[in-house]
């Protein structure tokens, strides 16, 4: 019996020993992890609290002390400020915009029945599919030739157009998630036409409505090929005065701390979907295509 | 020589115990049948032999071969799932080679064998469809298909009828049985529904809350059922309780809430110290009175079902519940009285 | 859900949203298209020429662009998907601390492709931590030169840094859609882990896997901030010539040339993905 007993016990260390090696792969991978997002924006935070009087280069790991001081330096002299006005205000207007025009065609497309609606949902998806470049520098020329180059509206115009598919998207999912039950219970019970909208569609689509100018919000802020073409020199937003720091204009910690300033707002919206949206949006609006 | 061991099989799941201290031995080419409510450790058990549990404690033994640490791929087990489990993006043909391809066999015995095992089954014009363009019957036969062309040690099925409607369920369950008798394939299979268990069974083994409640072939579970458990779980059952105050030679008297009963104590585990005891028998056993028979009951009809062949009565025996079964053929309606009476072999004492 | 017929109001309703994108999406194509044979040009005469596309494709410099663009493209799509696809497994697992993982990995999905340039650039130039580090170590004796390579592999890495959140969330939903059973059915008659990943994994995700290809290639071929940030001096990509030639050299015509063929190569690619995806349904 005693070596029946060793080799029974011998398969037991042995599934020990291989969940063991199986959490630490599970471990080391997640450390690989975090250290692939992590590393890029410590490294970056750290270009931009360099100390001027202290340059840091090999052979410092990290820079010799830290201050304020680029910050300080980036906010004083450079455009950064006219560049966060030009960007915030553009935004906010571009979500209006392609908030009221996604509106009607969303309903359309996600409750009803509609001949070629793949062909439509193909056309919807056409900014985000058509390089950047092309469409900017030739739609500048349709601008130009309507004068809306170098304009705010013609800023608004351009952005409102790279926000409307993830828009038109994300509110097409919702409307159609709305069961025709409920419409037909409301209409049954003498609902108008009025009511129905704000009493039915508007409350179910507040989600959908929410992720959507979430979406937009941070394409508008992140657009920066038409930006470039159509805006500059005249506009600046916080993307083309990034551009122009990495150009021969190359100043590491300036191009830092406005790589910040852009994406800081970015990773809070990221931190508001992931705790009060379901992330079937995200999904949704990517995934199903 | 036993071919598949379970020895002292334990699992939990965070805190509860899903299998405990299970025992269990198969003989080669037995059809052993885990029945139980769910939650019962049924489906665990299975899929520990199958490798994709990993015992908290205990052993499993095909033959000699201890197997808890062999990788579910590397057992000669071939599993029939609940949802079929048919791969989707292959065709019938692919889906049933598929074990075979995994061994490396050769092309040509590929062939073959999967050919004779369509014919078995009678899938053959099946080959290049895809599982989304089968019925259920269908992708229920090229699961199994699937499973025996690997002609494994031990085939394994996890409640592979269930999604099948009533009809189907009774037809292909027999169809499975006359399978493995023929290739004689041990077999383990899993399932809720007790009529399927004592239909096709060698051995039952009853479970409840992880543990055995008991083991045996389909006529013994059901005519000798051991705790209140089984005897309420396969059949119909009229549990008391009684005091024995009287032994002979084959018999004992009980006194019980409803009378004085004699029930035959052959084959019975009558402990000599207690005098109360636990007893069941089947309402189906239950005669109309004539002179002369044992264990009078006289009872008034509380709901009389008229069933067709039979009428199931729920009566009231001096302020007890009971059941009883008859093919009497005169119109039964509630508020009538009705004289039973109960055959000495019709009972069983339960042990717990 | 019902979905009721439709009146001349839904066509009407269709027009705010899908007419805008129409509108100025086609216009800008419509002007790459005729500026490229020579019409509407801003500079000289307007008349139809083919001169424009003549030289473009005659010069040395197109073709090494387009071989440039391509190697991009097909570089950074591949990668992202081999990256993802592993990570895409782990999460599919489950397992502690997923939440968390989940937001951390999708960082990179909000971070501006610029950005991202930006910070890996940082990382892997000249002077960056990689090399610091490597030297350090002395696994090297000079720094790598891995920004503004003649290869682009700085790009690449870029490309797949920045992208891999929207390429996982897509594979992710196609795996989502395997049953486990199914999985356990491969092992249960004998499937080792190659034989699963490639066998059950890889065919039922490849709707996803398509998808995101697709995307990643065309994001990639016609990438501006990235490569004109990170990538060789020459050759430039097809968009970062195309838009040379039109600011600086103001050769708007030769741009639009460039233009057309950026915009023909997105379509060809959508259009041979429809139809693998239509091979695959049948197939297998």
Known sequence: MTSTDSKMALHLIQARRIRNFYLLLMIFFMIVLILWVGIPILMTVMWSLVDPKKPWSYPNVFPPSFSLAQWKYVFDYTNIGRALRTSYSVAPLAVLLSLILSLPTSYVLGRKRIPGKKLLMLVVLLPIIMPGMVVALFLSRVFAAFGLSQTFIGLVLAHTLMSIPYMIRVMTTSFQAIPQDVIDAAENLGASTFVKIRDIFLPMIRPGLLAGMIFAFTVSIEEFNLTFIIGTPTFETIPTILYSFMGYNFIRTNASVVALLMMTPNIIMLFIVERFLKSDYLAASLGKM | MSNLRLINLTKRF?????????????????????????????????????????????????????????????????????????????????????????????????????????????????????????????????????????????????????????????????????????????????????????????????????????????????????????????????????????????????????????ISSQDQKISETFSKVKFVWRPEDMKIYTRGAPNRVKGKIIQAVFMGNITDIFMDVKGNKMRAQTDESRKLIAGDTIEFSIPEDAFNILRS | MKEKNISPIHVLMLFPGVGFILLFIGSSIFMTLVQSFGLFSITGKSMFTLENWKMILQARESIDSLLFSLKMGLLSSIGTVVVAFPVALFFRKGGTGKGILGSIIKVPLFIPALVAAFLILNLISYHGLVNTVLMRLHLIDEPLRMLNDKFGWGVVFIQIWKNLPFVLLIIMASLASIRDDTIDAAKNLGAGYWSILFRMYVPLAMPGILVSMILMFIKAFGDFPIVSVAGPIYPSSMAGRMHIMATIYQEWDQAAVLGVIIIVTAFIVIWAYSRLAEFLKGEI
């Open chain 2, 14 to 262: 965070n805190e509860v115990l899903a299998v405990d201290n299970m025992n269990l031995e198969v003989t080669d080419g037995e059809f052993v049948t885990l029945l139980g409510p769910s939650g019962c450790g049924k489906t665990t058990t299975l899929r520990s032999i199958a490798g994709f549990c990993y015992p908290d404690e205990g052993e499993i033994f095909f033959g000699e071969k201890l197997m808890n640490n062999i990788s579910p791929n590397k057992r000669n087990t071939a599993m029939c799932f609940q949802s079929y489990a048919l791969f989707p993006h292959m065709s019938v043909w692919n889906n049933i080679s598929f074990g075979l391809k995994m061994q490396k066999i050769p092309k040509q015995e590929q062939k073959t064998r999967v050919l004779k095992v369509m014919e078995m089954l009678g899938i053959e014009e099946l080959q290049k469809r895809k599982p989304g363009q089968l019925s259920g019957g269908q992708q229920q036969r090229v699961a199994l298909a699937r499973a025996i062309v690997t002609e494994p040690q031990v085939l394994l099925f996890d409640e592979p009828l269930s999604n099948l409607d009533a009809k189907l369920r009774v037809q292909v369950r027999v169809e499975i049985r006359e399978m493995q008798k023929r290739l004689g394939i041990t077999t383990i299979y899993v399932t809720h529904d007790q009529d399927e268990a004592l239909a096709i069974s060698d051995r039952i083994v009853v479970m409840d809350r992880g543990h055995i409640e008991q083991l045996g072939d389909p006529h013994t579970i059901y005519r000798a059922p051991e705790t209140s458990f089984v005897a309420g779980f396969i059949g119909l059952a009229n549990i008391y309780e009684g005091t024995i105050i009287g032994r002979e030679a084959n018999r004992i008297t009980l006194d019980t809430s409803f009378g004085k009963i004699v």
